[in-house]
């Protein structure tokens, strides 16, 4: 009962905040959606389809910080991504399943070869060679504007929309785009999604912009809110997260 009511509560607190946030920032969006239009062609807002609470697909809201079409480029960037450099190129190197050894027993259903036993989450994880979470450094399609915005975050505030209509909470686990979504849906990652969406989260405050960056720890993270997620830990993060909003890194 408890749970239901602070679902109830959540609901509220979600749009009563964004619709505040809406008003009071309207001037600024206006603003930042003009400047991006006199930097660069395309739409000053940018859609992307995300996933986020129990798979639910939706349009994610941004401010545009690239380039037109600069988004389609993809696997040319891929090489640059944070997460490749921390985990998929050792991959080669790794002996046992990070997921295994996080968890203390087996992450996932085991599967026999004529080379032996392995879990299923690790045998991807060495065969595919690809990380679910592509994040760059430096991203070089990013505009001048759009690396001002993105570094204060103010790309994010068109989500409040999304809020505002239920597609996500205030607090929660970051939808993810479909690409990275596909990839998360082992024994191990899929309990991340048991979480509401949200336009910051535990992971926000933790580990954004931190060096060490990795895939194991950010789904580590987002399970540890998706089973203890409540009052206090909503208000713990929304504190934590405007220090956080300044990013220690270009990504």
Known sequence: MRYKYYITFKRVFDITVSLVAMTVLSPLL?????????ESRGPAIYRSKRVGEFYKVFDLFKF???????DQNTELMK????????????????EECPFCKMAGETCSPLLTSDTG??????????????NAFFKIKNDPRVTPFGKFIRKTSIDELPQLFNILRGDMSLIGNRPLPLYEAEKLTTDYAIERFNAPAGLTGLWQVVQRGKNG????????????????????TDLKILLKTFPALIQRENV
């Open 30 to 38: 206006v603003l930042v959606g003009i400047t991006i239009k006199l």
């Open 213 to 232: 960056v990795n895939e194991v720890g950010r789904i580590n993270l987002d399970k540890e809110y998706a089973g203890t997620w409540s009052l206090r």
């Open 79 to 94: 090489k640059l991504n944070v997460y490749e450099e921390q985990v998929v190129i050792k991959t080669e190197l790794i």
């Open 64 to 70: 545009r910080t690239m380039y037109e079409r600069a």
């Open 117 to 130: 036993t392995v879990c299923e989450n690790f045998y991807f994880l060495k065969k595919e060679k690809t």
